[in-house]
């Protein structure tokens, strides 16, 4: 094996060209698939990394026709009825997120991410504090809750990894809170998150949070950990029969509600890993693609080979060691190319992990490790035994007679050999046009949701959401001074220079993915509440709808004569309109909205505020003075980049209050809008990547196909050019040969497509899967390019010197 490896290295050096090229294939084609394995393996293929992962469970409240509701959360009343009678879980626990200001060097509140926990949280996951002591069930109440654990970044960065530090204070908002403990090195939840947790703290449950009442404030998310020998199956039937007696118990609040138990791992994973696996095997047809293209090379390059190994089998080598020796120079080739490979995955990981979609799951452990090493070793052998066992015994039988006949000048490979090397061909071709219909589908699905119009001008708008700024106990204060105090950071704002315009809004920003769905009644028509029949609302200033620009459509804007003393009044969009009022005109209309009763002033156009894909809601818009608000979100529309002004703008906002918090990772409307599209973007950019990837190494393999045909039938065509045959005639013959494997290619590439489109029609938007426009711009673009490849063999045959060909024999 020593000798074999020497000679394979040897070998190769003296084929620079055939190298280089076979090099760059495979390193194209094991890199894209080192890189997409390494981020399918950290977001869906790793197990979670606590104790027994395999026994933790999400429980997801559903509703009564078994849908799920709010991404799997429930409310604090059902949670804490669910872990008041449930038999099965050695601990459920409830997670929520939430935010405080902690002071930064300058003294400004700088936004710390937590999450709140119940007392279970770190019995289920089994991870207790390394410093300090979990959460007690008592701390869970309001007024006993501040507490906090820290996670060990924000001990080292805060306190600098102090150990005395349990039993001290941290400011969070301006309160003091008790530090009680320090999680371990490592210790993440969610699962490594791009945005991880600070600290850790109690939910804080109110008196309200423990009777049912008029909230429904769907913000936990619950997991636990099986009990000993208790199924999946068991625990979700023994929680229906728990959420059986609630509804039974409560109709008004839980009639119909439903239980599922899935694992936790599928309930972080389970909406993205369709579309993971999507792309592993569209990468994997790139791989094979390479292959195909590194065989086809093997093959041509082996019957130049010809009486090289001819000449190995007169002194004696057996064919077992030919064959040995040919695959280890396959190997060695593969592991090279899996060297540039992985190089080209480290740079490619940190590209894909900054275009992958926010809110994946696990996202931060993607990393080109051990495992994703180990994969790409594997696939390297496994590549270079695939490309290299056929050529090997197809060179391992040599015609000694016809390989050693006048030194070997010529050597003509047989019938079999040419219809694998077609055979190739015709499959690099097919699996390219499987990955150029996949590419034209989601480009065609992304270019159909970008053409919606979303209702509003959301780029160059920057949203500062500057919280609630109210103390326990002095909610009353807190509503009479939050919209005067709103308006003065409003004034502020607006002078910064670079900001055309500016306006307040108190309730979901559009594009946040946050609602606000209230009640309304109208007289006469009764009541309309819930999804798809109450109405989502905002408090705005007056100029807001115009920063936006959204079209009035009929009546006015609202105005600054809109006061707390002066009549009620909203403005609703048209599908407002057309829900509450469709055969009168709803100007002039009266409504009640959480029981104070508006006109209707405005009607003015849809805004599609839950992204392009979501369907338009009724919507209002009341006067920010006629509101009572606790918090409120600033929206400016600048000149240039908004981000740019971002500096500015807090400076401002601090200079009315140093004490002003802002919170939020996103601050453009344009950054909101991007993380709705990201995921589609994201498969649409892969998907044309690999297509552009099978397409050129499909046109590499016809070019280096039809180079090898040309050189070894130099001297036919010197005899057809001495007996008359024009170089037109000698271009078709060539071209003839190469567009006979590329039509082979595509009829079976047609096919396979068809089965391909329809297994992705759920990724696509408004777009069928057999579009015909997309299947004929991919055979299309794969015939150029076939033609393209097969040109310059063409006219070098065409240049052939019958007189220097014929001399050669």
Request: glycine share 10%; hydrophobic share 50%.
């Amino acid at each position: 094996m020593r000798d074999d490896f020497k000679t394979a290295i040897r070998s190769l050096r003296k084929s620079p060209t055939f190298t280089a090229v076979a090099l760059i294939v495979l390193a194209l084609g094991i890199g894209a698939g080192t890189a997409i394995f390494s981020v399918v393996d950290a977001v869906v293929l790793r197990g979670l990394p606590f104790d027994e992962h395999d026994r933790l469970v999400a429980v997801q409240e559903r509703g009564s026709h078994g849908g799920e509701l709010f991404g799997g959360t429930t409310t604090p009343q059902t949670y804490l009825d669910w872990r008041a009678e449930q038999r099965s879980f050695e601990g459920l626990a409830a997670v929520s997120s939430t935010s405080f200001g902690l002071r930064n060097a300058e003294g400004h509140p700088e936004t710390v991410r937590a999450t709140r926990v119940t007392a279970e949280f770190f019995k289920v996951l089994r991870v207790p504090p390394m410093l300090g002591r979990p959460f007690t069930t008592a701390e869970e109440s309001y007024g006993r809750h501040r507490v906090a654990i820290l996670s060990y970044g924000l001990w080292q960065r805060q306190f600098g990894a102090d150990p005395g530090v349990i039993g001290k204070t941290i400011g969070l908002d301006d309160e003091p809170w008790e530090i009680v403990g320090v999680m371990p090195r490592g210790f993440a939840y969610p699962v490594a998150s791009a945005l991880p947790t600070d600290l850790y703290v109690p939910p804080a449950f109110r008196d309200e949070d423990r009777v049912r009442g008029n909230s429904h404030n769907y913000d936990r998310t619950v997991i636990g950990r099986l009990k000993p020998g208790v199924s999946i199956v068991q625990a979700s039937d023994q929680m229906n029969r728990v959420a059986a007696g609630l509804g039974a118990q409560y109709p008004d609040w839980a009639k119909g509600m439903r239980v599922r138990v899935v694992t936790l791992h599928e309930h972080l994973v389970g909406e993205v890993r369709s579309w993971m696996v999507m792309l592993l095997g569209a990468v994997a047809l790139v791989l094979l693609i390479a292959c195909a293209n590194v065989a086809n090379l093997m093959l041509a390059r082996a019957t130049v080979r010809g009486p090289e190994i001819a000449i190995r089998a007169a002194l004696g080598a057996s064919r077992p060691a030919i064959v040995r020796g040919l695959l280890v120079e396959s190997i060695v080739l593969s592991l090279a190319g899996a060297v540039i490979g992985v190089l080209l995955a480290w740079v490619g990981v940190h590209a894909i992990v900054a275009w992958l979609p926010e809110g994946l799951p696990r996202v931060a452990s993607v990393a080109i490790d051990v495992r994703v090493l180990a994969a790409a070793v594997g696939a390297a052998l496994a590549t270079g035994v695939g490309f290299g066992l056929v050529p090997a015994l197809q060179s391992s039988r040599p015609n000694l007679s016809t390989s050693l006949k006048d030194g070997g000048r010529s050597s003509t490979a047989g019938a079999g050999s040419h219809r694998l090397r077609g055979a190739l061909v015709i499959s690099e071709v097919a699996l390219a046009v499987v990955l150029l219909v996949g590419a034209g589908l989601f480009t065609s699905s992304f270019a159909r949701l970008m053409e919606i119009d979303p209702g509003f001008d959301y780029k160059q708008v920057l949203a500062v959401n500057v919280g609630p700024r109210w103390q326990p106990g002095k909610l009353a204060e807190a509503f009479r001074q939050t919209g005067p105090y709103t308006m003065q950071m409003l004034e502020a704002v607006s002078r910064v220079p670079g900001v055309q315009a500016s306006a307040a809004v108190s309730g979901a920003l559009p594009l946040s993915g946050s609602w606000n769905n209230s009640k309304v009644t109208i007289p006469g028509r009764g009541v309309f509440e819930g999804l798809g029949e109450g109405i989502e609302h905002r408090s705005v200033t007056p100029g807001y709808l115009r920063l936006l620009r959204v079209p009035l459509l009929r009546g006015r804007h609202l105005t600054d004569d809109d006061r707390a003393n002066t009549q009620p009044v909203i403005v609703i969009n048209q599908a407002a309109a057309r829900k509450y009022w469709p055969d009168q005109d709803a100007l002039g209309q009266r409504l009640t909205l959480n029981g104070q009763e508006r006109v209707v002033v405005g009607i003015v156009g849809d805004i599609r505020d839950f992204g392009l894909e979501a369907p338009v809601r009724q919507e209002g818009y009341i006067p920010l003075a006629q509101a009572r608000i606790l918090g409120a979100t600033l929206v400016m529309r600048t000149a240039g980049d908004p981000l740019k002004l971002l500096p500015a703008v807090k400076a401002a906002i601090w200079s009315v209050s140093r004490d002003q918090r802002i919170s939020g990772a996103v601050f453009t409307l344009e950054g909101y809008m991007d993380r709705l599209i990201a995921q589609r973007r994201f498969n649409m950019a892969l998907l044309a990547l690999f297509g552009v990837l099978g397409l050129t190494i499909s046109a590499v393999g016809i070019y280096g196909v039809m180079a090898y045909l040309v050189a070894q039938r130099t001297s036919e065509i010197g005899v057809r050019m001495a007996l008359g045959a024009t170089p037109g005639a000698v271009v078709a013959m060539v071209l003839r040969r190469a567009g006979l494997l590329v039509a082979l290619g595509l009829a079976v590439g047609t096919g396979a497509s068809w089965y391909f489109s329809a297994a992705v029609k759920s990724f696509l938007f408004q777009v069928e899967p057999n579009d015909p426009r997309v299947f004929v711009g991919a055979l299309l673009v794969l015939a150029l390019a076939g033609l393209a490849a097969s040109l310059v063999p063409a006219r070098r045959a065409a240049a052939v010197d019958p007189i220097i060909a014929l001399r050669r024999e």
